[in-house]
């Protein structure tokens, strides 16, 4: 038999500088890793408890209308939308979060990044005006929300990220700490079709409407625990949630990563 198409690794999150792992995926020796309890269950319940009891004051914002889905900060993908001041809600939205968690949970998933980076220093971009990027966004899928397929190369040809284009290798890896997955459903959803095979395909919510195409690829589904942190290649491989289930929401907080040019740095963004 060959290897599967997407590989994943599971390592505990304290374990995690044993190799090059992020270098592997960005190579496509392996696809992701799973770092494991980077929180306990339990104190990932406790911010979930939090957060939905409305402890942190940033609005949610909806993405498309298709599906129910919420982010809770700044996203470069919704500049368009919204009309909203990105580099404006940044610092207020990293000093909430900052009382949320009690702790710098920014500083300490960076260091987890790094950790897996060798030969090349993380690090949050700065806009040509020396504002900083975002680090991670909070998303907030209610029972029957879905994220439809997507790969994250997508982005970078939009005006949002002109100023990123200058910066980075067009091969966006993801990350995402998981708060609370789906009581059912709610899966990562990896698919065996590549952005790479887009030509030209109809575009629905700025992303490309690969609709029945799928149903004849291979895919394989994820589940990260409560407290782990996933990193994967989402920028080449096309993905999606599928429908939450259940009485409970799906809580995650990520955001996206890729190589400068030269590979002396890996970029962290929202």
């Known amino acids: 038999m060959g290897r599967p198409f997407f590989t994943t690794l599971q ?9 090059d792992l992020y270098g592997r995926i960005f190579r496509g020796e392996i696809n992701g890793v799973i770092l494991e309890r980077f929180l306990s269950a339990e104190r990932a319940a406790e911010l979930v408890r939090r957060l939905e009891n409305g402890e942190l004051a940033v609005p949610k914002r909806p993405f498309a209308r298709e599906f129910e889905a919420y982010s809770i900060g700044p996203c470069l993908d919704q500049t368009e939308d919204h009309g909203v001041p990105y580099f404006d809600r940044v610092t207020e939205f990293n000093a909430a979060v900052r009382a949320l968690f009690e702790r710098d949970i920014h500083a300490a998933l960076l260091s ?3 950790s897996i980076v ?29 994220i439809p ?3 994250e190369n997508e982005q970078i040809g939009r ?3 002109e100023h990123l284009r200058s910066l980075i290798e067009p091969a966006i890896i993801s990350f995402y700490l998981q708060l609370a997955p789906a009581e059912q459903g709610g899966e990562l959803a990896v698919h065996n079709m590549g952005f790479h095979e887009l030509h ?7 992303h490309s409407f690969v609709g029945g195409a799928l149903n004849s690829r291979e895919r394989v589904t994820l589940t990260p625990q409560a407290g782990d942190v996933i990193v994967f290649d989402a920028g080449r ?12 929401s799906r809580w995650t907080m990520g955001g996206f990563t890729a190589y400068s040019h030269d590979h002396s740095n890996v970029f962290v963004w929202a």
């Open 11 to 19: 390592i505990p999150a304290d374990q995690a500088g044993a190799a």
């Open 112 to 114: 987890l990044l790094q």
């Open 118 to 146: 060798e030969n090349a220093t993380l690090c949050v971009p700065k806009n040509s005006d020396g504002r900083s990027y975002g680090t991670t966004t909070l998303r907030c899928l209610p029972p029957g929300g879905l």
């Open 149 to 151: 397929p997507h790969c």
């Open 159 to 161: 005006s949002p990220y």
């Open 200 to 206: 030209t395909v109809e575009m629905r919510n700025r």
């Open 237 to 248: 491989y096309f993905h999606q949630v599928l429908p939450v289930k259940g009485t409970r």
